[in-house]
DNA sequence: CTTGCTGCAAAGCTTTTGCATTCCT
DNA sequence: AGGAATGCAAAAGCTTTGCAGCAAG
């Protein structure tokens, strides 16, 4: 089976902490996206004493492993999401900022090289957007 | 020839007034997308007592009219797009934040019904990113 | 032991809001 | 004249940072 992140983090040599265990059992038990401060909420309620500035940190360190992804998709917070692979689109809701994960098997459109300005292209997202049930 | 973003302001009962139109003007002379602050900044060299909350609510008014489109694609400020038609999608550099508007013509794939868990998709945009000359 | 991690609180940045004044129409 | 738009300054989110103490390896 797949090794977990937990066992990633180690093998990179970062310690293994009790907020860190928290925090990667909190993203992985989600199939929406949380927020930071989802985050946190959800993972007080598992260890009291842990705090904003850890979470914070934290979240920006699992993203810099490339073990989560940083979504920006509304003006509000980021958005975290744990299924980094296989790669796939979402649908946000406009009215609460919901995200929702839209299965692997569709394929953006290649960006021409002539639309490229030189760049190396390293990823190519679809953000598709509506109102959800609840926002009606 | 096309109505400008003027004169559809007026035609909707908006008052014109100095501000707007010096908004109007930065937004439309700019091919890249800027945050609010970067059109503050330009507005003032045209027009120095206008003021941040101005920029802001105009900004908001225009983006509500559909005269403008907010983008959120990092975690730091919003951008604004005049061009709203025709459609089309975006290059964003992960290190300095710029977008660039990628030629129309290319089209996102369509979400399976299967997939939209009851929404009405109102868009579907595609965001490429890579990094920029400037940011190697 | 050593160095990285945590918690706290303060600061930073972007955006919004309340209210008196100004000025389009 | 009348109501909408502006400017100012204060406040409100979200996120980052500095630093002393704690703990994983």
């Not at 265990?21 to 004493?49: F, S, Y």
């Not at 998709?73 to 809701?93: E, F, I, M, Q, T």
């Amino acid at each position: 089976m797949h090794s977990s992140l937990l066992d990633r983090l180690q093998a990179r040599g970062y310690r293994l902490t009790a907020q860190r265990r928290v925090i990667a059992q909190v993203l992985e038990g989600e199939n929406v996206h949380l927020t930071a401060d989802e985050v946190l909420e959800k993972a007080q309620a598992l260890l009291p004493e842990i705090s904003r500035a850890t979470v914070y940190s934290t979240l920006q360190r699992f993203s810099e492993m490339g073990e989560v992804r940083e979504l920006s998709l509304d003006g509000r917070s980021k958005r975290y999401d744990p299924n980094v692979v296989p790669a796939h689109h979402h649908l946000v809701c406009d009215g609460c900022g919901a995200v929702f994960d839209v299965a692997h098997g569709i394929e953006a459109p290649a960006l021409p090289t002539a639309e490229r300005r030189g760049m190396m292209i390293t990823s190519a997202e679809v953000v598709y957007r509506g109102t959800c049930a609840g926002c009606t």
